[in-house]
């Protein structure tokens, strides 16, 4: 069965740094694709960060390019969001999902999120 748990959230000062953690269980995330989406109250969900474990690649929203850093560590089957000069706009809950290699579109398995929040 699959499990993901994601956890690093909290409270920040605009301009701080967060790393959310994606740790897994009952799947091997090197032979996957993951990805870490957010979502705000009232908000659609967006894609923020997805890494595509066969190439390496990672992928980013636009409004998180330069900032949020996505990383593996296949020793421990967690994916990381290394999040730093964190903005307001970002408050969100922020969960991890098995994705399409080449997609946002999820596998549909998710985790039960963690709250970002970052105060001005």
């Known amino acids: 069965q699959v499990h993901l748990v994601e956890s690093g959230g909290g409270s920040v000062q605009t301009g701080g740094s967060l790393r959310l953690s994606c740790a897994a269980s009952?799947?091997?995330?090197?032979?996957?694709?993951v990805g870490w989406f957010r979502q705000a109250p009232g908000k659609e969900r967006e894609g923020v960060a997805r890494?595509?474990?066969?190439?390496?690649?990672?992928y980013y929203g636009d409004s998180v390019q330069g900032r949020f850093t996505i990383s593996e560590d296949n020793a421990k089957n967690t994916v990381y969001l290394q999040m730093n000069s964190l903005k307001p706009e970002d408050t969100a809950m922020y969960y991890c999902?098995?994705?399409?290699?080449?997609?946002?579109?999820?596998?549909?398995?998710w985790g039960q999120g963690t709250q970002v929040t970052v105060t001005s």
């Open positions: 999902a098995l994705v399409f290699c080449n997609a946002w579109s999820d596998l549909g398995y």
């Open positions: 009952g799947v091997k995330l090197s032979s996957n694709c």
């Open positions: 890494v595509n474990s066969w190439s390496g690649s990672a």
